[in-house]
């Protein structure tokens, strides 16, 4: 997995070719300008970057001065996003659809991994999907060959196939789904069609989008899988999908709560939540939320999200699921429901909660299987049970390992720190040993 670039100070250093020590010594030649000292060292950078850290208003200045942002963007946006070389989202319209499927494209192929848009622009974002009402589809693109419907048939055959494929098996057949989007972009480029097969075209860009960025979300490469996630909120746009729409809003608010960022999160769902009708949709949503409402300590917004997700969850809707969605299932429920109750304290009530929803999970879900596992794991940990949390860790571990799941190996990573202490416990030491030779 290629080395994430977690902090937008750190992509506007690789943007110019400076190393933490750079960026130190031109602070120090902008404050002898000015008469000062800036007191600023690698250390002081790298706390910066790793958000232990932040600083002060004297410093942002000098931070200004060095790469050249005014000084009046600091007060506007606010640390760190007033920082260069932050994306902004494309409008949504269908003059921009093909731009960001061509981006989102370059941006899977690319080695920088930068962790992903930032809080404005998602907030801007997901304002706009959820008070912009669709633009009617033109009746046929440029171009000189119209877009043959069986192909289109084809298309959305092999691709519903790839991405319903286990997930053992995605990875080796992403290279496929990648292969799908580039055609689907070609003939929104360059096609002929009418408003329907326009229309068909744009939903199936949106699912392979989906796909793809779910597959570099796993990996790691979050600048990627919100570059996919951005085409597919454009052509659900275009193609009139609300429902899609709001998948596609909670994706991301998946991801900024992954990335720490539960507030983030909180504001994609509301959006989200406001934008979808079916039952199932609304308890994914209200169930993400709540961890979010969890992760920030506010108990009474997370009880309530989670009980209107199990509300809407025992709801018998006349029509199926959306795709995005038609996975959510008491099991998950039940495990979020555990991992929110493990956030607020309530570590044996979330146990009972999890060992209730892993019994629930189908075995073709292995990847949800794998990060439920760790989520187990936590709890064990906080009731000092090691022998049952090394257990499900090393289950979790080998599992990610089988199907490649490198999101599944960086909880494991993270839960390493709660075994050292107990490494005279049978196996711990081994299990360390085994991460840190990854």
């Given at each position: 997995?290629?080395?994430?670039?977690?902090?937008?100070?750190?992509?506007?250093?690789?943007?110019?070719?400076?190393?933490?020590?750079?960026?130190?010594?031109?602070?120090?030649?902008?404050?002898?300008?000015?008469?000062?000292?800036?007191?600023?060292?690698?250390?002081?950078?790298?706390?910066?970057?790793?958000?232990?850290?932040?600083?002060?208003?004297?410093?942002?200045?000098?931070?200004?001065?060095?790469?050249?942002?005014?000084?009046?963007?600091?007060?506007?946006?606010?640390?760190?996003?007033?920082?260069?070389?932050?994306?902004?989202?494309?409008?949504?319209?269908?003059?921009?659809?093909?731009?960001?499927?061509?981006?989102?494209?370059?941006?899977?192929?690319?080695?920088?991994?930068?962790?992903?848009?930032?809080?404005?622009?998602?907030?801007?974002?997901?304002?706009?999907?959820?008070?912009?009402?669709?633009?009617?589809?033109?009746?046929?693109?440029?171009?000189?060959?119209?877009?043959?419907?069986?192909?289109?048939?084809?298309?959305?055959?092999?691709?519903?196939?790839?991405?319903?494929?286990?997930?053992?098996?995605?990875?080796?057949?992403?290279?496929?789904?990648?292969?799908?989007?580039?055609?689907?972009?070609?003939?929104?480029?360059?096609?002929?069609?009418?408003?329907?097969?326009?229309?068909?075209?744009?939903?199936?860009?949106?699912?392979?989008?989906?796909?793809?960025?779910?597959y570099r979300f796993d990996q790691g490469k979050h600048y990627a899988a919100g570059k996919l996630w951005t085409a597919a909120l454009h052509s659900s746009h275009i193609a009139g999908d609300r429902d899609f729409g709001a998948g596609v809003l909670s994706d991301f608010a998946y991801q900024s709560n992954w990335l720490g960022k539960p507030d983030v999160s909180v504001d994609q769902l509301g959006h989200a939540i406001s934008g979808t009708r079916h039952p199932t949709a609304r308890s994914l949503l209200f169930v993400r939320r709540?961890?979010?409402?969890?992760?920030?300590?506010?108990?009474?917004?997370?009880?309530?999200?989670?009980?209107?997700?199990?509300?809407?969850?025992?709801?018998?809707?006349?029509?199926?699921?959306?795709?995005?969605?038609?996975?959510?299932?008491?099991?998950?429920?039940?495990?979020?429901?555990?991992?929110?109750?493990?956030?607020?304290?309530?570590?044996?009530?979330?146990?009972?909660?999890?060992?209730?929803?892993?019994?629930?999970?189908?075995?073709?879900?292995?990847?949800?299987?794998?990060?439920?596992?760790?989520?187990?794991?936590?709890?064990?940990?906080?009731?000092?049970?090691?022998?049952?949390?090394?257990?499900?860790?090393?289950?979790?571990?080998?599992?990610?390992?089988?199907?490649?799941?490198?999101?599944?190996?960086?909880?494991?990573?993270?839960?390493?720190?709660?075994?050292?202490?107990?490494?005279?416990?049978?196996?711990?030491?081994?299990?360390?040993?085994?991460?840190?030779?990854?």
């Open positions: 997995m290629d080395d994430p670039i977690r902090h937008p100070l750190a992509y506007a250093r690789e943007l110019r070719g400076w190393s933490q020590s750079d960026l130190a010594a031109q602070l120090d030649r902008v404050a002898r300008r000015h008469g000062l000292r800036s007191g600023t060292d690698k250390t002081a950078v790298s706390r910066w970057e790793n958000g232990r850290k932040k600083p002060g208003p004297d410093s942002q200045v000098l931070i200004a001065e060095a790469f050249g942002v005014p000084v009046k963007e600091l007060e506007l946006c606010g640390w760190p996003d007033w920082l260069p070389g932050r994306d902004l989202p494309m409008p949504l319209g269908t003059a921009h659809t093909v731009h960001v499927l061509r981006d989102a494209q370059k941006a899977a192929m690319d080695r920088r991994s930068f962790m992903t848009y930032s809080a404005a622009a998602l907030a801007g974002l997901a304002a706009q999907w959820a008070t912009i009402e669709t633009d009617r589809l033109t009746a046929a693109l440029s171009g000189r060959t119209a877009v043959d419907t069986e192909l289109i048939d084809w298309l959305e055959g092999t691709s519903a196939k790839l991405t319903a494929l286990p997930t053992e098996q995605r990875q080796h057949t992403i290279k496929l789904a990648d292969a799908h989007l580039a055609t689907v972009t070609d003939l929104i480029d360059g096609g002929r069609c009418t408003e329907r097969t326009g229309r068909r075209l744009h939903t199936l860009a949106a699912a392979l989008s989906t796909t793809c960025g779910w709540a961890r979010a409402y969890a992760a920030l300590g506010r108990r009474t917004d997370c009880y309530r999200d989670l009980s209107s997700a199990e509300t809407e969850l025992s709801v018998r809707a006349t029509d199926p699921a959306p795709g995005w969605c038609a996975w959510m299932s008491p099991a998950d429920l039940a495990v979020d429901s555990g991992q929110c109750l493990l956030d607020l304290g309530r570590a044996e009530e979330a146990r009972t909660k999890m060992t209730e929803g892993m019994a629930l999970l189908p075995k073709v879900r292995d990847k949800t299987r794998g990060i439920f596992l760790t989520y187990q794991a936590k709890g064990f940990l906080r009731s000092n049970d090691i022998e049952q949390a090394l257990a499900v860790t090393t289950e979790s571990l080998d599992l990610a390992t089988r199907i490649g799941a490198e999101r599944c190996v960086t909880l494991v990573r993270e839960l390493a720190p709660a075994f050292k202490p107990y490494r005279q416990v049978e196996g711990v030491a081994d299990f360390i040993d085994r991460l840190r030779s990854r």
